[in-house]
């Protein structure tokens, strides 16, 4: 059996210090192999900066995970074209999209793939992620394959979640930053939660402070999104899995204040 920790959406500076201090011994507390984070809004301002992901893999990180603003700060172009930790969505068409969709973690006597999708319901009109997972499927080498579904709809990832069950070892959504109370073992075989949850500023609107959101609200003015400063939280899952066979036997849920 081996683990996997999956970190929901870390948010800024604050959230890449919070996450520094703690993964370490959640690490150790529950015997993780593998380390996934989703990074997209780790730069101060929004958007993945190849800083915020140097901050991310120092603190522990095999894989970085993104989503929609994954292409918002250009100077991480270069680094989603040369770097395998780091995916963005898969399903973004071709042509343009830089980096890939995809990484293979090789752990030795076993192997880890790890998938980032992005859902189309209220999101960009990307090519159908459930068409593109197919065509993955068919070129992945290994029983162990978790995705990173990236959507604003809780139905949709519903919807991802019941089309994998069997096919993958786990499907965990991220995006809107709250963590769900809906894990579960789909069909004996697949680890899934709607939303893994956020790292950052917990006394917040979803890491921004709360002030500026409930402006843009009332006045549908023009508002300057910055950083919530208040003390953080760290939102996750944790995955027991036979990595023989690709079988998720758990699935946990996890929050650290």
Request: hydrophobic fraction near 40%.
């Amino acid at each position: 059996m081996k683990n996997l920790l999956f970190i929901g959406d870390v948010v800024g500076d604050s959230g890449c210090k919070f996450l520094r201090s703690k993964l370490r011994n959640i690490k150790q507390d529950y015997k993780i192999d593998i380390t996934v984070v989703n990074g997209e809004n780790s730069a101060q301002g929004n958007g993945i900066t190849p800083n915020s992901a140097d901050n991310l893999i120092n603190a522990g990180a095999d894989i970085i995970t993104t989503g929609n603003h994954v292409f918002r700060r250009k100077e991480v172009y270069p680094l989603l074209e040369s770097a395998d930790y780091i995916i963005r969505p898969a399903n973004y068409p071709d042509g343009r999209a830089y980096g890939k969709g995809l990484c293979v973690l090789d752990m030795g006597c076993y192997s880890v793939a790890v998938v980032n999708l992005m859902g189309t319901a209220f999101m960009e009109p990307l090519d159908n992620p459930f068409t593109k997972i197919d065509e993955l499927l068919n070129e992945i080498n290994t029983a162990n394959v978790f995705v990173d579904f990236h959507g604003e709809a809780t139905s949709e990832k519903k919807a991802m979640g019941h089309y994998l069950t069997g096919k993958v070892t786990g499907v965990f959504g991220t995006h809107t930053h709250v963590q769900t109370a809906d894990e579960a073992i789909l069909g004996g075989h697949t680890a899934y939660i709607t939303d893994v949850g956020m790292t950052g500023p917990e006394n917040s609107c979803l890491g921004v402070d709360s002030k500026l959101v409930i402006d843009k609200f009332r006045f549908h003015m023009p508002v300057r999104f910055k950083e919530a400063d208040s003390s953080c939280f760290l939102c996750g899952i944790v995955v027991s899995f036979d990595e023989k066979s690709g079988v998720a036997k758990s699935i946990e849920r996890i929050i650290i204040r």
